[in-house]
C-alpha cells in the first residue's frame, strides 16, 4: 500500500517569509540538501499528453491526479530523479527512480524501452502513460528551495522562491536556457509537508490560519506564464 503524506500549500510574502525563518531556524534541522541559507537549486521537466489533461485536471479541481517530472538538483547531472507524484485531495504520494544522464537523452529521443528493463513501478507506470496516452516534454519549472524538517511526523518546511519557466528548450541541461518569472515577487511558496498530523508547537509557528491557502500547482502556473510568454 502506498504511504500517502498531507501537503498544504501557501502563498506567503516576503515578510511573512522573513518572519517564520527566523521561528522555524530556531526549532527545526535544516535540511541536509540546502547549499548556503538561500538553499537548494531544483530544476524539473514536466511531460503532459496531447490534451494536457494534467494542466487542466488541475483547473477543474479533479480530486486524483498526477504528475510525471525528471528532476535535478543545483544543475548537477550528478543525482537525476524520474518522479511519479499522485495526489488525492491534499494527500500526496511520490515515488522516484534514479536515472542516468544517457538514460534522459534517451527519453528526450522519444526511446522509453529501457524503462522496463528496470524491476520498479515507477519506471513500469512512466513507460504505459507514454506509450498509451503519448506524453512528451512540456515545459521546464525552476525555483529555489529552503527546507526545514522535524523528524517527528517527519515535517517538512519547504520555502520556494524564483519561480521561473524555462521557455527556449525542454532539457533540464541546456546551457543557454532562458527562463521567464512564474510567479511575481514578493510572492513565494510554503509547502507544510507531514505524515499523519503537525506538531502543535510547529502548527503554532506556522499560524497556518493566517496564510492565504491555496491549490498551488508550480506545474500549471509555470505553463500558464510561459502560454502568456508566448502570445505577446
Not at 542516468?100 to 519506471?123: G, I, T
Not at 519561480?163 to 511558496?189: C, Q, R, W, Y
Request: charged content about 35%; some cysteine.
Amino acid at each position: 500500500m502506498k504511504k500517502l503524506r498531507h501537503e498544504l500549500k501557501f502563498y506567503i510574502n516576503v515578510r511573512e517569509y522573513e518572519l517564520l525563518r527566523k521561528k522555524l531556524q530556531i526549532v527545526l534541522k535544516r535540511d541536509v540538501n540546502m547549499v548556503n541559507e538561500e538553499g537548494y537549486h531544483i530544476r524539473s521537466l514536466y511531460f503532459d499528453n496531447v490534451y494536457d489533461s494534467d494542466l487542466f485536471e488541475k483547473n477543474y479541481g479533479i480530486y486524483k491526479r498526477k504528475k510525471l517530472r525528471v528532476r535535478i538538483y543545483n544543475q548537477s547531472d550528478h543525482i537525476i530523479k524520474l518522479e511519479k507524484k499522485n495526489r488525492y485531495g491534499e494527500m500526496i504520494n511520490k515515488e522516484s527512480i534514479s536515472i542516468s544522464r544517457d538514460e534522459y537523452e534517451r527519453l528526450l529521443m522519444w526511446d522509453y524501452d529501457f524503462l522496463l528493463d528496470k524491476n520498479n513501478s515507477v519506471a513500469k507506470d512512466f513507460y504505459l502513460f507514454m506509450r498509451t496516452q503519448h506524453m512528451s516534454p512540456k515545459i521546464i519549472v525552476d525555483y529555489v528551495r529552503e527546507a526545514y524538517k522535524e523528524d517527528i511526523e517527519d515535517v517538512r518546511i519547504t520555502f520556494d522562491k524564483y519561480l521561473s519557466a524555462g521557455i527556449n528548450s525542454i532539457d533540464i541541461f541546456e546551457k543557454d536556457i532562458v527562463t521567464i518569472e512564474a510567479l511575481h515577487e514578493p510572492l513565494m511558496i510554503m509547502e507544510v509537508k507531514f505524515n499523519t498530523y503537525l506538531p502543535d508547537y510547529i502548527r503554532d509557528i506556522l499560524q497556518l490560519d493566517s496564510h492565504q491557502r491555496s491549490a498551488i500547482s508550480k506545474y500549471v502556473i509555470c505553463r500558464e506564464a510561459g502560454m502568456t510568454y508566448y502570445k505577446q
